[in-house]
DNA sequence: AAAAATTAATTAAACGTTTGTTTAATTCAA
DNA sequence: TTGAATTAAACAAACGTTTAATTAATTTTT
């Protein structure tokens, strides 16, 4: 990909995360990153047609981490649920930006299509964890609960940290102009504390 | 209120939870309130003041639950969990809706006004549970947790249900038409999960 | 109680902007 | 010299909002 695509493309992820694919004007886009207001649509086609192919180019960030952690056999249950908890928030917040924005289109009911989209790129994360922890209960290793609606917990308690800067600085005391998202030791309490309550619900005494 | 400015408000809630404040035209709006254009800047002096105005109308729902719970003598602490994740989960279902405005809107950063003062009208209900878990933890009924990500993993859960019919079907084996959130059973169900959840990551053995 | 005067509600049309997109000309690179 | 990249300008459509005229409702006066 080409400088000004990677450009056009990267701009389009921090404005649509701050002000929503229907509060961004190309005008705005282009001039943030620094390109004619034409040269979205050249390379692009058209904005709906961007957004589509950012969608594409930053989901890459999604796949292959769990499957990994699942079939190692070196692992315990709970130590792949520790893994994944880490993995999930490591990921979550490093690309919070480009989270965002598919949390938005999935609220939204705007472009169908691409919703259908981003749920097949979800739920397989979601199926696979489900199915680790079905077999775990199965094998006895852990208490029986509600697998689907553990996933909800995990990457719900992450989305909601992530929702808004304001809120969560209110939270934890900080000041306003805290960047909560970029302290490590946040970013470890928010992993702990799901960890913590895993361990709590899902393993027997 | 008149039957029309409520009739407004009410399409209002409709249409900026389906498709975003940005996403949604007045004469949208307009045709689905079956009023004039004009009727709305004649009502309510602007689209954003509309939004202003239903947000301080619809927010009442917030307000006063929680306090009532914190402060009955009769119940035990992980009873006023209980109660406290079941008004959750009732409220947000009910007023899913108006809910998932409110997510959109802390999320982006286009009012800031209007966002804050929706985290002023949020913070106070965290704020009353932390201090019921911070409490319950020095009087030893409750194990040392994170009191503040606690009602991050409650509202997350929610929210991360509510967020989307497509993923939630999906994730819950139904079918694409299936409206989950009216189903009594799975609302049940969600509250039963986070009940579980936090008698086993809270209470003592 | 009827008529007149006043205010409120409602309308269709127009306003000026901004929107996403396209064009046609020009510059750049191979 | 050809094709791609880049530009400023223009495009029609949609946007939120306002206007000016009309109808409906309310109040005041007779």
Redesign the interface.
């Known amino acids: 990909m080409t400088d000004k695509k990677e450009h056009i493309v990267n701009s389009a992820v921090e404005l649509f995360a701050?002000?929503?694919?229907?509060?961004t004007s190309i005008r705005e886009l282009a001039a943030k990153a620094e390109v004619n207001v034409a040269m979205v649509n050249y390379y692009f086609g058209s904005k709906e047609k961007l957004f589509e192919a950012m969608v594409a180019q930053k989901a890459a960030y999604s796949r292959g981490m769990i499957d990994e952690i699942v079939k190692d056999k070196t692992l315990s249950d709970i130590e792949k649920i520790d893994r994944i908890i880490d993995g999930f928030v490591n990921r979550l917040f490093t690309n919070r930006k480009f989270h965002?924005i598919i949390?938005?289109e999935?609220?939204?009911?705007?472009r169908e299509n691409l919703?259908?989209a981003i749920?097949d790129i979800?739920?397989p994360n979601?199926l696979a964890v489900?199915t680790l922890i079905d077999s775990a209960i199965k094998k006895g290793s852990f208490k029986k609960?509600?697998s689907?609606?553990v996933?909800?917990?995990v990457?719900?308690?992450?989305?909601?940290?992530l929702?808004?800067k304001?809120?969560c600085n209110?939270?934890?005391g900080k000041e306003d102009s805290h960047v909560p998202y970029e302290d490590p030791k946040f970013i470890k309490?928010?992993g702990?504390?799901?960890k913590?309550?895993m361990h709590?619900?899902l393993l027997k005494?």
Chains 1, 2 share one sequence.
């Open positions: 701050e002000k929503g694919f229907e509060g965002r949390h938005q999935l609220m939204l009911s705007q919703q259908q749920v979800l739920y979601s489900k609960v509600d689907a609606l996933i909800a917990t990457i719900g308690t992450i989305n909601h940290v929702l808004s304001k809120m209110k939270l934890f309490r928010v702990d504390h799901l913590e309550i709590a619900y005494n």
